[in-house]
């Protein structure tokens, strides 16, 4: 037999009492025993339970209006112990400024990395407590402590790449699901233009390497996308690799697809593949690159005289030390299709420089080096030379305006 309004009123009462007081494996139970008793909604009977002791004021199916009055209280906003004090934050924030602004996701397996060489260099002064807090804190939280500092820029800009017409048909395709990423020496290349909005005349390229197993990245600037300049950046780029170039995966622009780096290649017992047309996806591990090194860096301003060339090149001279040695990437380890939804799973972040420290292919001469150079650097010291440069190069531009 059903049961009449009053009675579930009466129902709802003793129980909202029981309710409130419970912890939330209880709550579950009597919101059960709720349901089955007056047959209400699971969510119509929660939301009775919460707030029978409040002033509330519902309308039912027939058009009446039910008002709860019983037992009138003010509750108060439970305040949480906060754990990451303002001593934490302005540490976490300065980390944050060092490491370019990275996401809490690249930072937070970082921390245990980064804060010992800042201590060491005298650039972080913190208690052992708040040490300890940064070490164990989360990306999630992360975020929330820098939501407020954080400054999100969006540039814009236009690829200039045109497809080649030679030698296609000797140059194989080679898509970003055909990549093998656990051997380093395998590298994406792209050229990235700063014509500044005006695809007008010769402006300054910047020729970016990245290699698809570890993330090294090296960037050099050249005169303009004259297959000369390219090939002899390349050249230039490999002598300071610090492992052996096995192969390069370029776009379709005729700056690659030359008969020079065709002949070069095979002289060298390279591999040479190219993506597909118009599939800048199929070059995915150099065109983030383009963004997060390049374009977050010198921007989209225009560059072409020789003063811009040579201020560009002594920018990236300390722009691969602080990328490669100081900023951890992820990478992606598996891709599942639910539906119309994709899930990505990464790896624990970390910077090329550990990810060729953990490579079995790289030789331990290779290493040595890497690591007397890891211990002679300072990420602050390289920042700020970092923004003296980019200082003066945007200056050289106003001027040039």
């Known amino acids: ?57 519902l309308y039912s199916k027939d058009g009446k209006t039910i008002v709860f009055t019983e037992d009138k209280q003010h509750k108060t906003k439970r305040k949480r112990r906060r754990i990451y004090d303002e001593n934490v934050l302005m540490a976490l924030r300065r980390i944050w400024l060092i490491c370019d602004c990275i996401c809490g996701k690249r930072l937070a397996p970082y921390l245990a990395e980064i804060t010992p060489i800042l201590i060491q260099h005298k650039e ?25 500092d954080k400054v999100r820029y969006r540039l814009k800009g236009r690829a200039r790449t045109k497809p080649g017409t030679l030698l296609l048909n000797q140059i194989p395709i080679r898509t970003f699901a055909d990549w093998d990423t656990k051997e380093s020496g395998f590298m994406e290349i792209d050229l990235v233009g700063h014509d500044g909005g005006n695809g007008r005349g010769e402006y300054i390229q910047t020729l970016a390497m990245t290699d698809v197993c570890s993330g090294w990245t090296e960037t050099q600037a050249v005169k303009n996308k004259a297959q000369v300049w390219v090939f002899e950046a390349l050249t230039d780029i490999r002598k300071r690799l610090p492992f052996p170039l096995l192969g390069i995966d370029s776009d379709n622009g005729s700056e690659f697809i030359n008969d020079q780096l065709l002949r070069y290649c095979q002289q060298e017992q390279l591999s040479f593949t190219r993506s597909r047309p118009y599939r800048k996806n199929d070059n995915c591990f150099v065109e983030q690159k383009n963004y997060s090194v390049v374009r977050r ?96 190069l945007w200056k050289q531009t106003k001027v040039a305006i």
């Open 1 to 57: 037999m059903a049961l009449t309004m009053q009675e579930k009123k009466a129902i709802t009462k003793e129980l909202a009492k029981r309710y409130n007081r419970a912890k939330k494996k209880e709550k579950g139970k009597i919101l059960d025993e709720v349901v089955a008793l007056t047959g209400y909604n699971r969510c119509y009977a929660s939301n009775i339970l919460r707030n029978w002791n409040r002033m509330l004021t």
């Open 124 to 148: 972080l002064s913190i208690s052992r407590i708040t040490k300890e807090k940064l070490l164990r804190i989360s990306a999630a939280t992360i975020d929330r402590l820098l939501k407020k």
């Open 297 to 392: 860096t010198v921007g989209y301003h225009r560059y072409q005289t020789e003063r811009d060339l040579k201020i560009l090149n002594e920018l990236y001279c300390s722009l691969r030390l602080y990328t490669n040695f100081y900023q951890p990437v992820m990478k992606l380890i598996e891709k599942t299709r639910i539906g119309s939804r994709v899930r990505r799973r990464y790896d624990k972040a970390k910077t090329p420089y550990q990810r060729l420290i953990e490579l079995s292919q790289v030789s331990d001469v290779n290493k040595q080096r890497l690591n007397d150079e890891y211990t002679q650097l300072n990420p602050v010291t390289l920042k700020r030379e970092i923004e003296a440069v980019k200082a003066r």
